[in-house]
């Protein structure tokens, strides 16, 4: 259980770290609809490992085999399931871990909940499950700009203690994609950069905050009291690994303020529309999209594979100590940020095919 | 859609604030189960308007009714249905709202979703629904108590700007409750409930943060990818009205920290159980529980209803002014304290069902 | 668990035959339908007990109570829930069925799920339950209207060894209604209610058939695979009281035809429709409707309910002998009538939803 | 939607005839049990095509992968992806059903629905579907047996007008496999034979009955109300392709029986078990499992692929007619056999985890 997400345009994923294949099962999608599968393959490329000196090395082409659902470039309305075998898996290189814990890792848990598990890179456990999530919603991506001029952008704000000052409303794809740790702001970008490279020298790591902005979504999405989307959202962003927190629209910051100030003021606007003078909202009330663009931000903790000593237990209840060797992301937030998109992208299309429900036939 | 939580334990909504009754069907409780139901109508009193000089001054005594799934004090195994009638309703106080969205409510988003609302007193996006939560929370607490030792405590740890700084291993449930505002610092506390008195004066309002500590939950608990405890927390309490932001263990904060000072080493206690020494996991790792206490913050925004001149708009879309009138709460977050335990719960005990179904009958 | 049916057009039943009340929500109704609830109740009056002389005496009125979700006349969107309080109850009727289990009654198997039952009447197990389905299903009519010009008239077809053969085309819902036993075929029709009269007289039981016919169900509903219109009806009809078979179309006597007889060959008809010539497939293909009539039918058991003494067994696993006393319905069939449009209702607004869902926002 | 099954122990399938492969994920498998994939193999090759001169020609290995969810033999708790690459498909031989309707086939409800289908061999309707429930229940059927001695074995009891009359309670796996046909009575099993040969002779088909047990299966699982173990049992056989029927215990001929001789009393065996007298129930009172065999049957239509000529219409609805060509099964029951047991597992996992999660972790 659990590894389905969504209602109506519903997400099942599968596979391990170093099983023969990481995939995903995307039912409900509508039919007739053109997809490109070059897109598809973009987002896996954009989240795959190796990509810059920043992220892991391990060497993954990350190339995706489609199975079903699509018949001359179209979908069927019948399931898309979809692939990735794993190739650079180097399983003895994982043999140091197989009776030990890694701190701050699903080592433990996993073996408490299942009694056993997959030790080589982490098994379920491992960050290679969001190719299933990257796929998928490069699908609903393409979906949800049949039904509107929606755009999903999600872009690295924070690293460590560095903070970038982004303004949502004029960000581009292209500002993001211009640099590799994905933060929209030039000069910070490359303070953040060198703060990974420092990071990855000392074998330590560092996390940080992506901010993602969805413009273009209908007023009426969404559903009152337990699915509202800000409550869906906030599911699909901390269901990712490593992340820690979530906020919306004014978040935290926002409590200082006072609902004088934190109020958003409806208008009229020039095409008729009806707007809010501030968005500290997030695009959303009562749950429901209100046709301002949905604002969010999540926090992603440091990597917990790191290069030191550190103290941890045996399987076997003994106290050791462990030194990492291998692979990995000394920052996961320049490859987290299509896996955001990707989240954003399945929660929007879900509640447009509820939506759509709702309008009953007539 | 969208009035169900749970997927084993799950509850189903329903109500309007000034509608014949708001309730709850509770399926999937296991039976035989003793319950106390004085203890439900007490966590009902918690939550209910009129309880302080810093709430609402509706009168609802909000007294609980059961309709089935309960015999001679046990749970049947069978739904159990609980209801509240509305009392304290006067739909007339209303009339003003008929054709006007206030701003920061859910009027204009109900009414573009539905082409209808329910204009008294919010329908159904009235804080009036959290009845249905917090009976359903209340039995839960009960259940999972049958299963180990658990204790939920939620506290206000900030109003406005000024903060608390509370121990969540030594906070005790008698702390929370020895004031109105249930802010376990008493001096802090203080300062909090002269912040809302001043709000109220104002005719403004004031948001806040509220912690939550839930300990002695077994290691185990929780699905690997989208089910998360940490994904279904979340979830949780961003479905609750004027919630905007959540984080776990370290949250944002952590973010600021490395890998090696983030990651929570395990070692072996005098009792032979696996611990962490630190707890910035806050309680999960792998979205499992590993036996540590769970730890979340919640932000909650300022009360959307101020009694203050507002911009806004009509239902037929023309830009107007609106000064609010009748009752409401300055600042939510006493009356949000049980709300949030009752979430916990459910969010708890759907997961050790889960668990427990995965022992596959053997 | 098992208390809810459907998946966006969702009802979830509460409620023991000596509890409070029994009732339901309906969650995900489309927004803005007049509801006639004068309807709902006429629906109830059909099922209630002691409508006639060859039903149980018990005296329940039966009368229906709306909590939430429908305001001036109209769905809000939001979950309707309806109760009815249960009032002729005797519970001390029941006192000597305390410690016994009646054979092919539910005691014996919900108290070795349970552990625990209540003997009053049946407790859930009940056919008070259904009152939720008949309530739920007559809301799902009324939607259903607003779709297509959909008719879903059901009837008996045989009482124990005696058969009435109908014309599922031509049949009227006043020639259904025209009699007590609800068999359109007025001549059969007496001999029924004669066979159930001596039935009662002898302190036995006997069952039946009930035929459905939905009319007017658009080409297209249904879903490919697990969720096919004839899979979800036959979970409908199965999940009634007593039923012990469903069959679609030709069902059973359709295996004693061959392929060349039995295929439904296409034609064009004269308002450019493709129809079937024939309908041996009941109106639906693949699993999705065609647009032709959807046949059905559903046997149901003798009451298990009977006046002779019977071997059977006590909680405490001693062999015992039991002779019923209280009321009871000699034959469920005229009552399990509205019972079985109720459900095919709650199945076709269903599909209808998933299939709106499916054009994608379009 | 529609391509899941199950709630606990969930299935989700894809796959076209002729698309790159057809398989299934298989979530919520209880952790840590030994799986034997031979067992797996064993079952895809009873349903593949080419067993036998009266099954289709088609040439199918149907070689299972397995990519996810099982590490050194036992399963890791993890989904459980297993797939079946398509190998004989020839998309030429399909080419003149490229605008017509077949009649009785799924390509008009089909193409009405999605707007679009895959008219190679079927698409998506094609009983190649039925790999994915093979498989998935063929591990279903290994977790059952750690569980409980449970035995599910189904047969073929009726082809066209050739009935069997087998005990259910003595028939036994060798017996079915012993012809090809799989019905235990081998004197009928040769003239059921004789009858298909005659059929394809005839470029026609013929339906039937196959009959299930299931044996071992405790009493208490089910759950009251709509998911009644009869409900889901007939969900999952009448969502097989061609079923047109089903029936528990004495199903629609104990319609002819009265309460007195239906009603299954209770008595105490030699080892202090409650059981019944009779077996009418099929081995289910109230939804839920008392311990006795459970008992259906379920009804085939001939197969709708026949080699004569037949009136048709065309995509752009004109009439026409339409010889088929290509391969088929001149019936179906053969290969429906372990469809039907794998269905039935499938189902009775299902509800043991269930039945599990009831326990509430005590």
Redesign the interface.
Known sequence: ?????G??F?V?????SH?????V?V??C????DIDLDAVQHELTRRRPGQSHITTPRKEPDQL?????I?KG????????M?VRNQDANPKAYDHLKAV?R????D???Q???????WQGG???SAR?TIARVAAGAIAKQ?LT???PIEILAYVI?I??IRAHVDSDAVQAADIEANIVRCPDPAIAKEMITRIEV?RKEG??????IACVCRGVP??????????I??????????L?A??????????A???????A???????DDD?Q?R??TN???G????????EPILFRT????????F?T????TED???TTLAAKGRHDPCVLPRAVPIVEAMAALVLLDH???????????
Chains 1, 2, 3, 4 share one sequence.
Not at 1 to 5: L, P, W
Not at 254 to 260: D, N, Q
Not at 284 to 291: A, L, S, V, W, Y
Request: glycine share 16%; no cysteine; proline share 4%.
């Open positions: 259980m659990g590894n389905s997400f209602s109506l519903r099942t994923s599968f596979g391990e099983g023969g294949a990481v995939g099962i039912d409900g509508p039919s007739n609809i085999e489609v199975l079903s659902g018949f179209k979908t069927l309305g019948t399931p898309i399931a692939m814990f701190p701050s890792h699903a433990y848990t996993y408490e909940k299942f009694g056993i598990r997959n098994g379920r456990s499950e979906v049949q039904i509107a924070q460590h203690q990071a330590d790591s560092v996390g940080g905050v007023a009426g999405w969404g559903e009152p009291v337990f699915d509202k800000k409550a869906d959202l906030s599911k699909a962003m901390m269901s690994p992340s820690m927190g979530i906020e919306m629209g004014s978040g935290f926002g409590v200082e303020m006072t609902g004088k934190h109020n958003d003021a409806f208008y009229m008729g009806v809010t003078k500290f909202s997030g959303t009330q009562g749950g429901i999209t209100n046709g926090a992603f903790k440091p990597t917990a594979t790191i030191s550190q103290d941890t237990v209840k003994k106290n447009a095919l509820r939506h759509q429900a709702r309008k009953g036939g007539s």
